[in-house]
C-alpha cells in the first residue's frame, strides 16, 4: 500500500517548518494535485475513528488496542487533516511490516538461548520494575478506517513502591513532525512531537501477584509466573505466551538471568521459526522469529547478542473487509528499550 502520507506532503509545495504549514490555503497548483490524489490512484485507506460500532481487539487476540498499555504499529501523522476540509476523509500513511533482510542467515533460537545464559553468567544486567516502550496499535470502527497511534510511554517505580507514568506522542519516524493522536471525544487530532498526553504519579501498591511480584529467573518457574498473571486455566500456548510476554516487558525491565529464562520458554514454543535479521523501527538489528495462527502473522525481534526481546509485531494474515483491513497490514507494534 502507498505512503500517502508523503505522496501529499510533494502534493504540498509549502515545507514543513514554512510559517504557513497548516495555516495558509495552498496554490492552485497544489490544490489541483491534492484534488487529483485524493480522487486518484493516490487515496488509500482514509483516516477516522468513532464511538458508534467501535471494535476494539483484546489483549487476547492481538493486544490492539487504543490504550497505552501495549501496543504497536509505524506511527502515523495526518498532514491531510491540516490540508483538507472538514467534510474530506484525510489520508493516512499506511503502516508496513518490517522486511526481513534477504541476506541475513537464521539463527536459531536454541543458538541466542546459550547466548543468553553466557551473558547472564557474566552477572551483568539487573532487573528493574518500570518499563520504556514505543508502540503503535490500529484502533478500527465498523464505520471507518483504521487509524494508527504512535506513542511513547515511560512507567518508573519509586522505593516507596508509588510510580509515575508519562506518556506522549512521539513518531521515531519522523522525528519534530506532528503526531496523530487520540481525544476524548475519540476523534484523532495533531499534536506535537513529544506532546505530553498523560502525566500520572500512582500512590504505593503492595501487590505481590504476577505481573507486578517480581518474574523468576528460571525458566520453569516463569512459565508458572507468566500463567498466572495471565489468569490461564493451562500452561500457555505460543500466542498466549506471546502476549505473556509483552504483559511482563510492559511491567519490567528484565535483567540477564530473566532474558536467559524467557529466552529458555521461547525456543521450547512450538511454530516459532526463525526468519533471518531485521532492523526494528528504532534502527536496531534483531533477529526475527514467526508464528502464525489465529487469522494474524506475529514477528518476535530478538537482540541476537543478548536474546532479550527487543519488539513484538502483528500482521493481518487474512483481509477483514467490514474494519478496512488487508491481509499483510501491521495491526500492532511494541519496542522495548532498556
Not at 508523503?6 to 490544490?31: K, Q, S, T
Not at 465498523?142 to 512507567?155: A, F, H, I, Q, S
Request: proline share 8%; net charge negative; charged share 25%.
Amino acid at each position: 500500500m502507498a505512503d500517502e502520507l508523503e505522496l501529499l506532503r510533494r502534493a504540498n509545495p509549502v515545507p514543513g517548518d514554512d510559517a504557513r504549514f497548516g495555516e495558509g490555503p495552498l496554490g492552485h497548483e497544489a490544490e489541483s494535485r491534492l484534488n487529483h490524489l485524493m480522487t486518484g490512484t493516490g487515496t488509500g485507506a482514509g483516516a477516522g475513528t468513532g464511538t458508534g460500532g467501535e471494535r476494539r481487539p483484546g489483549r487476547g487476540r492481538i493486544r490492539l488496542a487504543w490504550a497505552l498499555a501495549a501496543t504497536v504499529v509505524v506511527a502515523v501523522t495526518a498532514t491531510a487533516l491540516l490540508l483538507a476540509g472538514p467534510s474530506t476523509t484525510p489520508a493516512v500513511a499506511a503502516p508496513r511490516p518490517l522486511v526481513v533482510r534477504a541476506d541475513s542467515t537464521p539463527v536459531p533460537l536454541d543458538a541466542l538461548v546459550e547466548r543468553a545464559e553466557r551473558d547472564a553468567a557474566d552477572g551483568s544486567g539487573g532487573l528493574r520494575k518500570g518499563t520504556h516502550v514505543q508502540s503503535w496499535s490500529v484502533g478500527m470502527s465498523e464505520d471507518k478506517p483504521p487509524v494508527t497511534l504512535p506513542v511513547e510511554r515511560v512507567v518508573r517505580w519509586n522505593a516507596d513502591d508509588s510510580h509515575t507514568e508519562l506518556v506522549v506522542a512521539t513518531d521515531p519516524r519522523h522525528p519534530g513532525r506532528r503526531v496523530l493522536s487520540d481525544a476524548d471525544d475519540g476523534r484523532p487530532r495533531l499534536v506535537d512531537d513529544g506532546h505530553v498526553i498523560s502525566e500520572q504519579t500512582f500512590p504505593p501498591s503492595w501487590s505481590d501477584a504476577p505481573p507486578q511480584s517480581p518474574p523468576p529467573h528460571d525458566a520453569t518457574r516463569l512459565r508458572a509466573y507468566l500463567r498466572e498473571a495471565q489468569h490461564l486455566d493451562a500452561p500457555p500456548t505460543t500466542s498466549e505466551l506471546l502476549d505473556a510476554t509483552a504483559v511482563l516487558l510492559d511491567t519490567w525491565t528484565l535483567g540477564a538471568r530473566e532474558n536467559a529464562a524467557l529466552a529458555r520458554l521461547l525456543a521450547d514454543a512450538k511454530g516459532l521459526r526463525s526468519v533471518g535479521q531485521v532492523t526494528d523501527r528504532l534502527g536496531r538489528l534483531g533477529q526475527a522469529y514467526v508464528y502464525d495462527g489465529a487469522g494474524y502473522r506475529r514477528m518476535l525481534i530478538m537482540d541476537p547478542a543478548t536474546g532479550a526481546v527487543l519488539g513484538l509485531e502483528a500482521t493481518a494474515a487474512v483481509d477483514e473487509p467490514e474494519y478496512g483491513v488487508e491481509a499483510g497490514e501491521v495491526m500492532d507494534y511494541s519496542a522495548w528499550i532498556r
